[in-house]
Every structure is written in structure tokens, then in C-alpha cells.
């Protein structure tokens, strides 16, 4: 079956299930988090997740169904989706920012029909349980463990310390940490000013501005034509019809600009899934 998928879509898969089940039941939270991208990225990259999507609430879903997923094999209850994250969850329900491939039906189906036959022949039967000794020896090859001692040793390394990278970090560690006292010293003396920069927000009050100019022309203009109703001389009435010409004039070119800024932004929004054209 998983030859006869998109190229995308099955490499997308495979990284899926080998972030899902890497590290075990008992994975900690530091090793998670870093499964839970790489979960994200093969989710995109089969094409479910859209590209423009914002991949922190994403991850936030993704590291909740991981966590609740690893207590399920060890028979602990999750905890509550809408407490947990439900605002997240919302939002991104709003955007529309999954998309199943009609293959994966195929690919749900067969799992529901194993577990529902094992279930069947068996109350305590489980999918997941069972497939974990085979997404590790997968993630074993990924990782090129060849034989069990190279795995244990570099187990050994990643919990001693004895590796290229965590050596790495602690030689470094001296420099990093007077960076950040420099740094501190120069936020405390007023040197450095720390700025928080929202683009949604700078955009949302930029079109803010440009309906509000619509609207204020559009309310001129209906004062003029008021006025130039209920005037009883000619002079004041034409004048009237003139102010309701030109504001009217102004509402159109407002309105013009609050489409052009929003044909604008539609081109800054990735909506696209991976696979499209």
C-alpha cells in the first residue's frame, strides 16, 4: 500500500510514525518536544499541513496527542484537550489548515480493521504495543545502529556527556554565558532596549486606518447630501451636491485602497499544502 502513495506522502508517513514512536512510552519531555517537530515537518511534508500554518500551536497540538498517545501505552488516562489547549485548537480549526489526502483513508481503514480484530480475539490487545518494537528497530536503522552494542554505546554517550556535541556546548558554555551577562548589563543600564515587533498587528491597524478614512468620507458625504435636501437656496444647495460629489469621490478611492491592501496581503498568506501545483 505504501508503495502505491505520492512519493511526499509516504516520506511524510514513515517520518510521522518514526516521531510518534520514538523513545518509547517513557520518553521525557525534552526528546518529545524535538519529536514533535520532526512529527510537524513529516505532517507537511504528506501534505496534511498547510505551509503557511503557525507550526507553534501546531506543535503544541502535535507534543498533547504525543503525550497522550506514550500515557495510553502505559495506561494512563490524558489529559483535557479543550482545558489543555483549546483556544490553539480553535484557531486552527478556523484557518483550515489540515487537509487529508483521500489515500490516508485507505491507510486508516486497515488500522481500525487490525485493531478491531485483535480487540475482538483479545480485550488487552494493542496496536501500539505491538508496533514498537518494530518503529524502533526502524528508527535504530534510521539512526545507523548497526548491532545492539553501537546503540547501548551511544546511549551511554547522550546520558554521559561524551559526545561531540555536548562537548561542543560545554566548551562554548563560558563565552554564551558572558554574552548574556553584557547583555543584561546593557538592557539594565538603558544601552539596549528590548522592542516586540507585531507584523499582524501593524497590518491590522494600517487597513484599520484605511476604513476608517472610507467611512468618514461616506458619513461627509451623506451630511452634504442632507444639507443640500433641506437648503432652501441654491447657492447652499449646490454646494451640497458639490461636498457630496467630491467626499463620495474620496469613499471610492478609499474603498479602492482597502482592496488593493488586501489583494495585497492575500499574496503573503501560504495557504498551499505540499503537493499542490
Given at each position: 500500500?505504501?508503495?502505491?502513495?505520492?512519493?511526499?506522502?509516504?516520506?511524510?508517513?514513515?517520518?510521522?510514525?518514526?516521531?510518534?514512536?520514538?523513545?518509547?512510552?517513557?520518553?521525557?519531555?525534552?526528546d518529545l518536544a524535538?519529536?514533535?517537530?520532526?512529527?510537524?515537518?513529516?505532517?507537511?511534508?504528506?501534505?496534511?499541513?498547510?505551509?503557511?500554518?503557525?507550526?507553534?500551536?501546531?506543535?503544541?497540538?502535535?507534543?498533547?496527542?504525543?503525550?497522550?498517545?506514550?500515557?495510553?501505552?502505559?495506561?494512563?488516562?490524558?489529559?483535557?484537550?479543550?482545558?489543555?489547549?483549546?483556544?490553539?485548537?480553535?484557531?486552527?480549526?478556523?484557518?483550515?489548515?489540515?487537509?487529508?489526502?483521500?489515500?490516508?483513508?485507505?491507510?486508516?481503514?486497515?488500522?481500525?480493521?487490525?485493531?478491531?480484530?485483535?480487540?475482538?480475539?483479545?480485550?488487552?490487545?494493542?496496536?501500539?504495543?505491538?508496533?514498537?518494537?518494530?518503529?524502533?528497530?526502524?528508527?535504530?536503522?534510521?539512526?545507523?545502529?548497526?548491532?545492539?552494542?553501537?546503540?547501548?554505546?551511544?546511549?551511554?554517550?547522550?546520558?554521559?556527556?561524551?559526545?561531540?556535541?555536548?562537548?561542543?556546548?560545554?566548551?562554548?558554555?563560558?563565552?554564551?554565558?558572558?554574552?548574556?551577562?553584557?547583555?543584561?548589563?546593557?538592557?539594565?543600564?538603558?544601552?539596549?532596549?528590548?522592542?516586540?515587533?507585531?507584523?499582524?498587528?501593524?497590518?491590522?491597524?494600517?487597513?484599520?486606518?484605511?476604513?476608517?478614512?472610507?467611512?468618514?468620507?461616506?458619513?461627509?458625504?451623506?451630511?452634504?447630501?442632507?444639507?443640500?435636501?433641506?437648503?432652501?437656496?441654491?447657492?447652499?444647495?449646490?454646494?451640497?451636491?458639490?461636498?457630496?460629489?467630491?467626499f463620495l469621490l474620496?469613499?471610492?478611492?478609499?474603498?479602492?485602497?482597502?482592496?488593493?491592501?488586501?489583494?495585497?496581503?492575500?499574496?503573503?498568506?501560504?495557504?498551499?499544502?505540499?503537493?499542490?501545483?
Amino acid at each position: 500500500m505504501m508503495q502505491d502513495l505520492k512519493p511526499n506522502v509516504r516520506e511524510g508517513f514513515r517520518t510521522f510514525c518514526t516521531a510518534l514512536f520514538a523513545g518509547g512510552p517513557q520518553i521525557n519531555d525534552i526528546d518529545l518536544a524535538k519529536n514533535a517537530k520532526k512529527l510537524v515537518d513529516g505532517v507537511e511534508q504528506a501534505g496534511v499541513l498547510a505551509r503557511g500554518a503557525d507550526r507553534l500551536a501546531v506543535e503544541k497540538l502535535a507534543r498533547y496527542f504525543m503525550r497522550t498517545f506514550k500515557d495510553s501505552q502505559l495506561g494512563k488516562k490524558g489529559a483535557n484537550i479543550k482545558q489543555t489547549l483549546g483556544t490553539d485548537l480553535q484557531t486552527l480549526t478556523e484557518n483550515d489548515v489540515f487537509r487529508f489526502p483521500s489515500t490516508f483513508t485507505f491507510i486508516f481503514r486497515a488500522f481500525a480493521s487490525i485493531e478491531g480484530i485483535g480487540k475482538g480475539l483479545d480485550n488487552d490487545f494493542n496496536i501500539g504495543g505491538f508496533a514498537q518494537p518494530f518503529i524502533e528497530k526502524f528508527t535504530d536503522k534510521q539512526n545507523q545502529y548497526y548491532s545492539e552494542a553501537e546503540k547501548n554505546f551511544a546511549i551511554f554517550r547522550k546520558a554521559t556527556g561524551l559526545n561531540k556535541d555536548d562537548i561542543n556546548a560545554a566548551v562554548t558554555s563560558p563565552k554564551k554565558i558572558a554574552y548574556i551577562e553584557e547583555t543584561l548589563r546593557s538592557i539594565s543600564t538603558g544601552d539596549l532596549k528590548i522592542r516586540v515587533r507585531s507584523l499582524e498587528n501593524e497590518k491590522a491597524l494600517e487597513r484599520m486606518q484605511l476604513t476608517q478614512s472610507r467611512t468618514e468620507n461616506l458619513l461627509l458625504a451623506t451630511m452634504c447630501l442632507n444639507l443640500a435636501g433641506f437648503a432652501s437656496r441654491a447657492i447652499v444647495t449646490g454646494a451640497g451636491f458639490a461636498g457630496f460629489g467630491f467626499f463620495l469621490l474620496q469613499a471610492v478611492v478609499a474603498n479602492g485602497k482597502v482592496k488593493k491592501f488586501d489583494k495585497t496581503q492575500a499574496k503573503f498568506v501560504q495557504t498551499k499544502f505540499e503537493g499542490d501545483d
